[in-house]
């Protein structure tokens, strides 16, 4: 089985795909003949032409609402963003368009596209190009929002996301782009959507992240193992919507969640964690849920990106104080 | 120095204000009678929209965008689409829709605030009332492009105001269609006003077609209360988009002879000579007096027109009122193809406040 970066992934579920399916095109600034900048679709247009890998003008709102028009007429459009931090301009046709489009015509019309885009800090990037704006999409009706947190993750994920027949916004952490390799097989097999998956089984307290902040939780987990504590931690993959029974099955057997997001803190996702363990698991609760975030400011530049980013270090000593909470 | 670009935009009118011949007629005019179904729907979409104001202010339904003036263009341009091309309107192309076949009921249905209203089992491919300003031009494009790809004889048309040109959207959708000469056709209902903001502060461009020059889409001029002209420019356009000619700009001309919507009083900002003279240039009429010199419209006509017309009216108001109500539920029907799990409680929840409020005691 190859051994596979997360960003060879995505372009081995986006070529899988596009042999499977005819109707499944791609379209993006420089993800035709350059093949993306970060290689995502890196020899697709070689493979299925310009007219199935399209090289659009420079306008993001463009890119999503021509994804729309395409879905509507029966294609499935795999559209990319090339930074989280411009996918602002994109907001206001997934939020006006692609998510309602289904409901406003009760069922006449449809949306099935995916809308990738390069997120989270850590790659020493210019500014704009290192945000989480995860809970921002998350907060629209008519979504899914997928973030993967490994090269086999990402492969299933991504083939689920496209198979799926409404939109998808999939957030890939860039910074677990080329971060470490794993084996995928190519066996078109699509991972469920809507799906948390227990990434590490413990008992002492359960330990909830998404995309890179997934390996930060597994990092703290391993520190905190030395220490005799057991986290068990949760990669949510779809962060919406939540699945909460895995969250809270969690829960009810640790008895302590502590919730790990990149993101600014306020009205981030992991609020929504901590208030529905809070009111659906609080008989199992023995401390209250605690948060790990990004702090509320401004994603720094490339020198403070590393004291943005939450890292293993937090999380350990978060775990710790839940721990000794009474 | 040398010239790097020159360009000009053409501007077709075919009938006076009073419906006179200007000069030659294109060939479809040359029997008048085949604009005869082209005034009989633009005298339908006129009692159909004074029936639907009437109701607004009766309560009976919402907020409503009326298309009073706009009937040459709604007429001419549904006589040039085909079938199988799909139609991204605006919030003010109820005609349009009509003739595509839509039942004038779902349109009082929308606006009488029910997404069934947004159902068109008669065009299914056709896009709903776009509300926000523009969005649906990328959606034409992307459609097109479908089209293009799977080499389908088809056309995407756009619809939009006056405003809307002024929007970022207008111009990467006209571009995108210049860059792929995608099968696509752009309306610009200029209709003097986007709400109170009036054409010449919208932009200090000559015509709102020359917009599209900037985007390589080759565009016209024409009369939009003349029928003719604006089947002419709607047809030729079409179907050179449909054999792979390209995409095209109309800006169609016309005036908002109505308020923007029930929710607005045009007096606030534009004045009664002003509005006085419009109705003298208004479509209807002038339609009329060409197809009465030619004498193939004659009173008797006319009045059998208007009973046929008050018998549909009074037909779609049946339709609209017999419809049942919206179930709560509906709120959670076709939100996602399959309601998530995560939100079946939601669901569930809403069933359960709905039979609590059902069987609480009638206050009083």
């Known amino acids: 089985m190859p051994r596979l970066t997360l960003v060879e992934g995505i372009n081995l579920a986006l070529a899988r795909a596009m042999e499977e399916d005819a109707s499944v095109v791609v379209l993006g600034e420089d993800v035709g003949r350059n093949g993306g900048v970060f290689r995502a679709t890196?020899?697709?247009?070689?493979?299925?032409?310009?007219?199935?890998?399209?090289?659009?003008?420079?306008?993001?709102?463009?890119?999503?609402?021509?994804?729309?028009?395409?879905?509507?007429?029966?294609?499935?459009?795999?559209?990319?963003?090339?930074?989280?931090?411009?996918?602002?301009?994109?907001?206001?046709?997934?939020?006006?368009?692609?998510?309602?489009?289904?409901?406003?015509?009760?069922?006449?019309?449809?949306?099935?596209?995916?809308?990738?885009?390069?997120c989270g800090a850590g790659i020493h990037a210019p500014e704009h190009h290192s945000e989480s704006p995860e809970a921002m999409f998350a907060h629209i009706p008519g979504l899914r929002v997928v973030t993967p947190s490994s090269p086999a993750r990402a492969y299933g994920l991504l083939l689920a996301a496209i198979a799926d027949p409404d939109p998808v916004v999939f957030l890939e952490p860039s910074r677990l782009y080329r971060r470490f390799k794993e084996e995928v097989e190519d066996d078109g097999e699509a991972l469920p959507l809507d799906r948390a998956f227990v990434v590490r089984e413990g008992t002492d307290l359960t330990v909830v992240a998404w995309g890179a902040m997934v390996h930060d939780a597994l990092e703290a987990a391993d520190a905190l193992a030395g220490e005799g504590v057991f986290a068990e931690v949760i990669d949510l993959a779809t962060v919406k919507p939540i699945d909460f029974d895995t969250v809270l099955a969690s829960v009810k057997k640790t008895g302590r969640c502590l919730v790990v997001s990149e993101a600014p803190r306020t009205c981030g996702l992991a609020s929504e964690v901590s208030a529905v363990v809070s009111e659906q698991g609080l008989l199992s609760l023995l401390a209250p849920v605690e948060r790990v975030t990004g702090w509320d400011c401004v994603t720094p530049l490339a020198r403070l990106e590393a004291r943005y980013l939450p890292d293993a270090a937090r999380v350990a000593a978060a775990a710790r104080r839940l721990l000794a909470y009474q | 120095m040398s010239i790097a670009a020159r360009f000009e935009v053409r501007f077709t009118a075919f009938l006076d204000a009073q419906g006179q011949p200007l000069g030659p007629l294109p060939a479809f005019a040359a029997d008048p009678a085949t604009l005869v179904p082209d005034y009989r729907a633009m005298v339908l979409m006129r009692a159909l929209d004074a029936k639907a104001v009437a109701m607004q202010r009766t309560g009976q339904i919402g907020t409503y965008a009326s298309t009073l003036g706009k009937e040459a263009i709604d007429a001419g341009i549904a006589h040039a689409l085909a079938p199988e091309d799909v139609v991204l309107p605006s919030y003010r192309e109820s005609g349009i829709l009509m003739l595509r076949g839509v039942s004038p009921h779902r349109v009082f249905l929308y606006w009488g605030g029910d997404e069934r209203g947004s159902v068109f089992p008669e065009s299914p491919r056709d896009f709903p009332f776009n509300v926000p300003i523009a969005s649906q031009l990328p959606h034409a494009a992307g459609v097109a492009y479908a089209m293009t790809l799977r080499g389908e004889r088809r056309a995407a048309l756009a619809i939009c105001g006056d405003g809307a040109t002024s929007k970022g959207d207008f111009y990467e959708a006209l571009n995108a269609a210049g860059v792929w000469r995608l099968p696509m056709v752009v309306l610009v209902v200029n209709n003097q006003y986007a709400i109170s903001v009036p054409r010449r502060l919208q932009s200090a461009a000559q015509t709102l077609a020359q917009k599209a020059i900037a985007a390589g889409v080759d565009c016209e001029q024409v009369d939009g209360n003349d029928v003719i002209a604006v089947r002419d420019a709607a047809t030729r356009s079409l179907e050179r988009a449909r054999s792979g000619g390209g995409p095209m700009l109309i800006e169609a001309l016309t005036y908002r002879l109505c308020d923007h919507t029930t929710a607005d009083d045009a007096t606030r900002y534009r004045s009664a000579e002003e509005l006085a003279g419009q109705w003298r240039a208004e479509p209807i009429l002038r339609l009329r007096n060409f197809l009465a010199s030619r004498g193939i419209w004659t009173k008797e006509k006319e009045e059998n027109l208007h009973r046929e017309v008050a018998e549909r009216v009074r037909e779609t108001v049946r339709k609209y009122l017999e419809t049942t109500p919206p179930q709560p539920e509906q709120m959670f029907r076709h939100l996602y193809a399959r309601l998530p799990r995560a939100y079946a409680w939601q669901l569930a929840a809403l069933k359960e406040s709905e039979e609590e409020r059902d069987a609480a005691p009638h206050p009083g």
């Not at chain 1, 028009?69 to 996918?87: H, N, R, S, T, W």
């Not at chain 1, 994109?90 to 949306?111: E, V, Y």
Request: with cysteine; charged share 20%; hydrophobic share 45%.
């Open chain 1, 42 to 118: 890196a020899g697709l247009q070689a493979r299925f032409g310009e007219g199935r890998v399209a090289d659009t003008p420079l306008a993001e709102g463009l890119i999503a609402g021509m994804a729309v028009g395409m879905a509507a007429e029966g294609l499935k459009p795999v559209a990319e963003i090339q930074f989280a931090g411009f996918a602002y301009a994109a907001i206001d046709q997934l939020l006006n368009h692609a998510s309602r489009l289904r409901h406003r015509t009760q069922g006449r019309l449809s949306c099935p596209m995916v809308l990738r885009t390069p």
